[in-house]
């Protein structure tokens, strides 16, 4: 070890890991750029707090801390950070929590650090992708102590932090904005004080002073509405508030009205001008464009707005006296993509890395991203091309001037605001235009996909032959942090051709979040993986054991980034379906999303990785997984392989003289040797949905369905084998037996593979076997062909027969994919993604989510939580509870909230009843558990639980057809 490397034993990728020490370079003028006098403390958490450790020492300082709040620590057993393990204690620096429920307790904290900082000998703070990275007045106090935040200026924290200030610097610089409101404070201010006169005396009788208004600040010359914004500055500054909730909450209700009358059937999105990370963002319904009485109608839907502002308000939690609670109004654009800039800038110099697609998301979260350079798309248009590909070219070709556009209006856009650290351009994209829709002024946690693609080269002035490149953003934070403008506009050189990542979350089967799970293994990376763990997976040092770690649901869901890149976007995704199928992940009550990526990336691959999802697919495809666990659910496996043995024994017993080919009751035999080998794999794809949405897909090519029967274009011995590699179940001698095949099987199975091998080899196929269609043909002549006597023949069709019987099983994984109508969500010839009408049922989805994530057990009388969290009896520290005892409540009426992983969710009951007593006591964020009784309720309706002879009826009956479709009479 010389210092730099990392201390986790299973991370060597020297993509990542580098000496950064800048300080023992040759060169005299690359010395001068040493930054490892910085002593940097890290007040944000999650995979960057980790990365950033890893940074700092592979750039040679020594001198870093990080803060550790209670819920890091204390509050969960067994949830300690994983980055104790590497740090010395004296570094750690213990605080209540990273941000603060209200605007007394972030102020607080932000005294908090900087007293730390001084008392630790911190010079700058570094604060990830946290909300406190994006918070000016954070930044500008740590500037007001001497202390250099890692990160935007505060003047740009406010330029292009603040959504409603963004826009209009978007709009003052030419770049495209979606329609909406920005301005909802400053109507009230003005509906309040409607001229210069009334704002200076709403001024000094509130006794409000300050830059923001001095001078003429408010004086009639100058706009009104920017003398609106000058007397609400000082108001922020000073914490008075010039208007209330309620009067907030009745602004946006009237521009809600306003939009949706305007623009009728268009949903409106509502977003608070700090979020960030999908939090503080709501969606409201439009109204029927060709309704009677429009405008009744939008006034009618825009009466949710104040609860929809209210539970805004309260996840970013800025509801505070004298909190800036601003919320924006906007068209919510359907059909759209979610692409993003990364900027990089000194203040002088701005310079665009590229793209990132994140469409595919669910709950505003982002689930994986891929990057999108100017060069792999030039690349990729070329490849359609020499393939006959036109109309992918031509979408591609498209895709390359909008990424271009969006790459130049960025950069315009950065070095409006003077952009002195990194951020990301963040635009909707609808077809071929695109639409600013925000800044992050912080890195992004996708971050890595950027930097994999292109390095930052860094040349002298004086000699362009004398130069460093820099491949981590943020070590070139720290550089920009640490020498700002004395750093020369660099020159971005191309990395890797493509890199993606998935982001592994604490979530169940329907993408909810699951807090509580245990993580007891997890296997080593990939050769190619990249991850970003928070350091769960550095073992003891004294075993190399690892540690058992909990989940806790203090935070975001977010476990672990899970980063692969290559040459080529398909090189990358191929990487990253190697590395799902690979991960071994256990644990008690754990529940993440690993198989649901697993799916997804096959269902890419299988189609086009250039496909273009929009932010609505992964709902419709997680409403398509949840009909396939339905049919799933509709048969018995066991029936099933009973069913096909009796008629395959009833076919041979009719034909005359195939006992003797057989042996008399040798079938039997084969069936029960096979019965683990055909029914292991299949029963644990039928025990999980996303597996099989993932083998539908990779097998797309290897069957077809003739009027309700599967035809097999590829051999079902090899398609077996291949799902054992699909599952991970090859041969593994240290693995434990539940999780690999089985010597025997594997036995069979490889004589069965070595059977049609020679066989095509016969019919002058060396080294390969013909198609199978034509090789199942010639197993099926009666007549022996040339190269066989009779009897040889009959012993070869006999092992054909022997082979071939019991894999229909394999055909009922194809016919329940045809049943849930899998295939209908498809991608067209443009790159653009068919999601048929049925998948955008609300309600469906809504069933199919509980398909995939059952809710706890609950008895008829009790109301129980659905998942693990914070209970809130209300939607905000203001407003009543939602029920109290002998409350009457109908279905669908919100019973409760629940915060989740940093997310605030309304539980809605599940039927109609009264509330007879409230079992949990305090409302607000009392931790609870899944399944924990809330509430003892009397139903109006008594429930009456379906005959579970009925059930098995139905159930037999549904095998049975599946039988009949399945199993050919006059088969081999």
């Known amino acids: 070890m010389d210092g730099f490397e990392s201390k986790r034993g299973y991370d060597r990728n020297p993509r990542v890991v580098r000496d950064r020490r800048l300080g023992r370079s040759g060169s005299a003028w690359a010395r001068s750029f040493a930054a490892d006098d910085v002593r940097p403390l890290i007040v944000g958490r999650g995979p960057i707090r980790k990365e950033a450790m890893d940074v700092f020492a592979q750039m040679g300082i020594e001198h870093y801390g990080i803060l550790l709040s209670e819920k890091d620590s204390i509050v969960y057993t067994h949830a300690l950070a994983p980055e104790l393990r590497c740090i010395h204690p004296a570094h750690v620096h213990r605080v209540k929590d990273y941000t603060g429920a209200t605007k007394d307790e972030r102020v607080k904290l932000m005294q908090e650090i900087v007293a730390i900082a001084r008392a630790g000998g911190y010079t700058h703070v570094f604060a990830g992708y946290g909300f406190m990275a994006e918070d000016e007045e954070f930044v500008r106090t740590l500037e007001e102590a001497g202390l250099v935040f890692i990160g935007p200026r505060s003047s740009v924290q406010r330029a292009a932090g603040l959504k409603d200030e963004a826009k209009r610097t978007a709009l003052a610089t030419a770049v495209s904005v979606t329609p909406g409101i920005d301005d909802a404070t400053r109507r009230i201010v003005l509906r309040k004080w409607p001229d210069h006169a009334a704002l200076r005396a709403?001024?000094?009788?509130?006794?409000?002073?300050?830059?923001?208004?001095?001078?003429?600040?408010?004086?009639?010359?100058?706009?009104?509405?920017?003398?609106?914004?000058?007397?609400?500055?000082?108001?922020?500054?000073?914490?008075?508030?010039?208007?209330?909730?309620?009067?907030?909450?009745?602004?946006?209700?009237?521009?809600?009205?306003?939009?949706?009358?305007?623009?009728?059937?268009?949903?409106?999105?509502?977003?608070?001008?700090?979020?960030?990370?999908?939090?503080?963002?709501?969606?409201?319904?439009?109204?029927?464009?060709?309704?009677?009485?429009?405008?009744?109608?939008?006034?009618?839907?825009?009466?949710?707005v104040p609860a929809l502002a209210r539970e805004v308000l309260a996840e970013v939690k800025t509801a505070g006296v004298g909190d800036n609670k601003n919320i924006l109004l906007e068209l919510n654009v359907e059909e759209t993509r979610h692409n993003e800039i990364q900027l990089i800038g000194n203040g002088a110099w701005c310079v665009a890395l590229g793209g990132r697609d994140c469409s595919l998301q669910m709950h505003e979260q982002k689930l994986l991203e891929v990057a999108m350079t100017q060069e792999g798309l030039l690349e990729a248009i070329e490849r359609a091309r020499a393939a006959g590909e036109e109309p992918r070219a031509a979408s591609l070709e498209r895709e390359l001037a909008s990424l271009a556009r969006m790459e130049a209006e960025a950069e315009r856009f950065g070095q409006a605001v003077g952009l002195n650290s990194a951020s990301t351009f963040e635009c909707i994209v609808e077809g071929d235009h695109h639409y600013f829709m925000e800044v992050n002024t912080r890195i992004q946690v996708e971050h890595r996909v950027s930097e994999l693609c292109y390095a930052l080269r860094f040349e002298n002035p004086d000699d362009p032959a004398d130069a460093f490149e820099v491949t981590s953003l943020i070590e070139c934070m720290v550089l920009l942090a640490r020498h700002g403008e004395r750093l020369p506009r660099p020159i971005r050189v191309r990395r890797e051709g493509s890199a993606v990542e998935a982001r592994l979350n604490a979530t169940n089967g329907a993408l909810e979040p699951h807090a509580a799970g245990v993580i007891v293994s997890w296997s080593d990376p990939h050769p190619h993986e990249i991850r970003d763990d928070q350091g769960i997976c550095v073992k003891n040092p004294d075993t190399g054991v690892f540690m058992h770690y909990r989940v806790a649901g203090a935070y975001d869901s977010n476990i672990a980034l899970l980063v692969t890149y290559?040459?080529?976007?398909?090189?990358?995704?191929?990487?990253?379906?190697?590395?799902?199928?690979?991960?071994?992940?256990?644990?008690?009550?754990?529940?993440?999303?690993?198989?649901?990526?697993?799916?997804?990336?096959?269902?890419?691959?299988?189609?086009?990785?250039?496909?273009?999802?929009?932010?609505?697919?992964?709902?419709?495809?997680?409403?398509?997984?949840?009909?396939?666990?339905?049919?799933?659910?509709?048969?018995?496996?066991?029936?099933?392989?009973?069913?096909?043995?009796?008629?395959?024994?009833?076919?041979?017993?009719a034909r005359a003289g195939a006992a003797?080919?057989?042996?008399?009751?040798?079938?039997?035999?084969?069936?029960?040797?096979?019965?683990?080998?055909?029914?292991?794999?299949?029963?644990?794809?039928?025990?999980?949905?996303?597996?099989?949405?993932?083998?539908?897909?990779?097998?797309?090519?290897?069957?077809?369905?003739?009027?309700?029967?599967?035809?097999?274009?590829?051999?079902?011995?090899?398609?077996?084998?291949?799902?054992?590699?699909?599952?991970?179940?090859?041969?593994?001698?240290?693995?434990?037996?539940?999780?690999?095949?089985?010597?025997?099987?594997?036995?069979?199975?490889?004589?069965?593979?070595?059977?049609?091998?020679?066989?095509?080899?016969?019919?002058?196929?060396?080294?390969?076997?013909?198609?199978?269609?034509?090789?199942?043909?010639?197993?099926?002549?009666?007549?022996?062909?040339?190269?066989?006597?009779?009897?040889?023949?009959?012993?070869?069709?006999?092992?054909?027969?022997?082979?071939?019987?019991?894999?229909?099983?394999?055909?009922?994984?194809?016919?329940?994919?045809?049943?849930?109508?899998?295939?209908?969500?498809?991608?067209?010839?443009?790159?653009?993604?068919?999601?048929?009408?049925?998948?955008?049922?609300?309600?469906?989805?809504?069933?199919?989510?509980?398909?995939?994530?059952?809710?706890?057990?609950?008895?008829?009388?009790?109301?129980?939580?659905?998942?693990?969290?914070?209970?809130?009896?209300?939607?905000?520290?203001?407003?009543?509870?939602?029920?109290?005892?002998?409350?009457?409540?109908?279905?669908?009426?919100?019973?409760?909230?629940?915060?989740?992983?940093?997310?605030?969710?309304?539980?809605?009951?599940?039927?109609?009843?009264?509330?007879?007593?409230?079992?949990?006591?305090?409302?607000?964020?009392?931790?609870?558990?899944?399944?924990?009784?809330?509430?003892?309720?009397?139903?109006?309706?008594?429930?009456?639980?379906?005959?579970?002879?009925?059930?098995?009826?139905?159930?037999?009956?549904?095998?049975?057809?599946?039988?009949?479709?399945?199993?050919?009479?006059?088969?081999?």
């Open 202 to 304: 709403a001024a000094a009788e509130r006794g409000l002073r300050g830059p923001s208004i001095a001078g003429a600040r408010l004086s009639s010359e100058v706009p009104l509405a920017e003398a609106a914004d000058a007397l609400l500055a000082a108001a922020y500054a000073q914490r008075v508030d010039l208007y209330t909730t309620d009067e907030l909450c009745e602004e946006l209700e009237r521009g809600a009205a306003e939009l949706l009358a305007r623009h009728p059937g268009r949903r409106i999105r509502l977003k608070a001008i700090g979020g960030g990370g999908g939090k503080g963002q709501r969606l409201l319904a439009g109204v029927a464009p060709d309704g009677a009485a429009p405008e009744a109608a939008a006034r009618a839907r825009a009466a949710e």
């Open 566 to 653: 290559g040459a080529s976007r398909e090189e990358a995704y191929v990487r990253l379906c190697e590395i799902l199928r690979t991960t071994t992940l256990r644990g008690n009550d754990l529940h993440t999303n690993l198989l649901f990526h697993y799916g997804l990336v096959h269902w890419f691959l299988a189609r086009s990785v250039w496909t273009k999802p929009t932010t609505r697919f992964v709902v419709p495809y997680l409403t398509q997984v949840g009909l396939l666990a339905v049919e799933l659910g509709g048969l018995d496996f066991d029936a099933m392989w009973a069913e096909l043995g009796a008629r395959h024994e009833r076919r041979l017993a």
């Open 660 to 972: 003797d080919a057989t042996g008399g009751g040798a079938l039997k035999k084969v069936f029960a040797l096979k019965d683990t080998l055909v029914r292991r794999p299949v029963e644990k794809i039928c025990a999980e949905p996303h597996l099989l949405s993932a083998w539908l897909s990779r097998n797309m090519g290897s069957f077809e369905i003739r009027s309700g029967r599967v035809r097999w274009l590829k051999n079902p011995v090899e398609v077996l084998a291949d799902t054992y590699w699909l599952l991970n179940m090859t041969p593994e001698p240290r693995a434990p037996a539940a999780h690999v095949i089985w010597d025997h099987d594997q036995e069979l199975l490889s004589r069965a593979l070595g059977f049609y091998r020679r066989v095509g080899e016969r019919m002058g196929q060396a080294g390969s076997t013909p198609p199978w269609p034509e090789l199942s043909a010639h197993l099926s002549q009666d007549t022996a062909p040339p190269g066989y006597d009779a009897e040889l023949w009959r012993r070869v069709r006999g092992s054909h027969l022997g082979f071939q019987a019991g894999l229909e099983l394999l055909d009922a994984l194809v016919l329940a994919g045809d049943a849930a109508r899998f295939f209908e969500l498809h991608a067209r010839d443009d790159g653009t993604v068919a999601i048929p009408e049925r998948l955008l049922d609300g309600e469906l989805s809504a069933r199919m989510r509980k398909v995939l994530a059952p809710p706890p057990a609950m008895r008829a009388n009790e109301i129980v939580a659905v998942t693990g969290g914070m209970f809130y009896a209300q939607e905000a520290p203001d407003r009543p509870p939602f029920v109290t005892k002998g409350s009457h409540f109908a279905a669908g009426d919100p019973l409760y909230v629940i915060e989740v992983m940093k997310m605030f969710n309304k539980v809605l009951a599940p039927c109609s009843g009264t509330i007879e007593e409230v079992l949990i006591d305090g409302g607000e964020g009392t931790i609870v558990q899944k399944g924990q009784p809330l509430f003892r309720v009397k139903p109006d309706d008594v429930l009456v639980e379906e005959d579970s002879g009925e059930r098995a009826r139905r159930r037999r009956e549904q095998t049975l057809r599946y039988v009949d479709a399945m199993f050919d009479a006059e088969g081999p």
